[in-house]
């Protein structure tokens, strides 16, 4: 019986398009954009160190780098994070050399199943393992994933937040309604 029960829960939090995270207190989450507030919008966040799926250093400065940075948090344990996958490597791949970065923050911390789930997923977009910093200021914000927001180039979040998973179209319209403003 207490299989059947999880199992539902589980089908429930799917067909919302989200997942839970684990141990992450926040709003509840949804597959519309910005029909939540964002708990972090006008924050800066502040200085981390993680490491990316390659073994490199990415800290905070990755902001300064970019006009726009669209931060998504997805776990290997969320089949909406990684259906949406191809979309925002689509994504990077339509904003190349504009100012905009998609940087992936996989809030499980499993490295070895990130790396197999983006190779399969032909993403390539830059997708970080959280540290401390980072984990408690951004990835604790939210109690599920996908979860997406948008940070300018001196690091501060912006309004917008796109609750649960979306396509190509959807973060294209939010990212092109961001870089009019």
């Given at each position: 019986m207490k299989k059947a029960i999880a199992m539902a829960l589980?089908?429930?939090v799917w067909l919302a398009g989200g997942c839970a995270a684990p141990e992450s207190p926040g709003p509840?989450?949804?597959?519309?954009?910005?029909?939540?507030?964002?708990?972090?919008?006008?924050q800066v966040?502040?200085?981390?160190?993680a490491v990316d799926l390659n073994g490199q250093v990415v800290t905070e400065q990755v902001f300064r780098q970019h006009t726009l940075t669209m931060v998504n948090l997805w776990g290997t344990f969320c089949q909406p994070?990684?259906?949406?996958?191809?979309?925002?490597?689509k994504l990077q791949d339509?904003?190349?050399?504009?100012?905009?970065?998609?940087?992936?923050v996989v809030v499980d911390k499993?490295?070895?199943?990130?790396?197999?789930i983006t190779a399969s997923a032909g993403a390539v977009f830059q997708s970080v393992i959280p540290d401390d910093s980072l984990e408690k200021n951004l990835c604790r914000a939210f109690d599920y994933v996908p979860a997406t927001v948008f940070v300018d180039s001196n690091g501060r979040v912006l309004e917008e937040l796109v609750s649960g998973s979306s396509n190509l179209e959807g973060y294209s319209r939010v990212i092109?309604?961001?870089l009019k403003k």
């Open positions: 589980i089908l429930v509840s989450g949804s597959s519309t954009a910005s029909s939540k507030t964002n708990p972090l919008a006008g966040i502040p200085a981390f160190q994070c990684i259906r949406e996958m191809p979309d925002l490597q339509k904003h190349q050399g504009s100012g905009v970065k998609i940087l992936g499993d490295a070895a199943a990130a790396k197999r092109d309604r961001l």
